[in-house]
């Protein structure tokens, strides 16, 4: 069962109660002398558990939606969705909620992406989110294998558009060489035996390109219309409704209904 904007609601705000009683009790113990605070473990490990068991329902209602398509096979490309706001703990940047395993699909190789803030109606959550700059952009340490070719398309997230940004490859690439998953401090994968394994890789912001008018015309970045409900992958600068878009070409931050940025 997917879940309804209502029941997000719920577990959300239970969530948040949890993370800021863990936060209070944590705060208290720090400030005992060493050997002390025994009687704080019990309510640790109470409200641990008990977000741990929201955390997994919110999970598994998680939308699973075609985000992308691939512009090798055709295939359509899946992946976890909250399209509800940013205030899901699928953006919770340090713990994000999604399934452990993606569907994925096509040759997928990394996702990134950006999201066009509506300052007006910036949701509150207790954790750090870093949603992406106003705009798309490439990653140039990706797009300096040959056999990658990355398609932007669009989503609404909450009061917000969003840009998922997936890179594919031609060839299979080591996927110790990707990026960080869009909105969160790794990427996961499943190695040649089926363990599931955790990476990380930064890439530093100034490095991120925001004319992709070259990549358009050299057909390495293609595009799939906002309204497309068949999420055609087409090409060139003709009719592109994604370049020279207004907006932030820096990474935003929020915390707590607040957003900043590196600049700031």
Not at 3 to 9: A, D, E, Q, S
Request: glycine share 8%; with cysteine.
């Amino acid at each position: 069962m997917t879940i309804t904007k209502p029941r997000r609601r719920e577990l959300l705000d239970e969530a948040f109660e949890c993370m800021l009683q863990l936060s209070t009790v944590k705060d208290e113990r720090s400030q005992l002398p060493p050997g002390k605070g025994a009687e704080y473990s019990g309510v640790i490990d109470e409200l641990g558990g008990r977000l741990h068991a929201l955390t997994n329902t919110y999970i598994e209602q998680l939308a699973i939606i075609q985000m992308s398509s691939c512009p090798f096979t055709g295939k359509p490309f899946h992946h976890s969705w909250d399209e509800f706001g940013l205030d899901g703990l699928w953006w919770n940047y340090h713990k994000s909620a999604r399934p452990l395993v993606e569907k994925w699909g096509g040759a997928f190789h990394a996702l990134s992406g950006a999201v066009q803030v509506n300052m007006d109606c910036i949701e509150y959550a207790p954790f750090l989110t870093e949603p992406g700059p106003d705009v798309p952009f490439l990653l140039p340490r990706l797009m300096e294998f040959e056999s990658i070719v990355a398609v932007v398309s669009q989503l609404k997230v909450g009061e917000h558009t969003a840009y998922p940004i997936v890179y594919f490859s031609e060839t299979k690439l080591p996927w110790k060489r990707r990026a960080n998953d869009w909105g969160r401090n790794h990427f996961c994968y499943e190695d040649d035996r089926g363990v599931i394994r955790v990476g990380e890789h930064f890439d530093a912001e100034d490095e991120h390109v925001y004319d992709l008018n070259d990549a358009i015309e050299s057909n390495r970045l293609r595009w799939i219309a906002p309204d497309d409900k068949d999420m055609r992958v087409q090409n060139g600068l003709v009719n592109c409704p994604f370049v020279n878009l207004p907006g932030a070409r820096s990474v935003a931050r929020t915390r707590a209904g607040e957003l900043w940025r590196p600049e700031d």
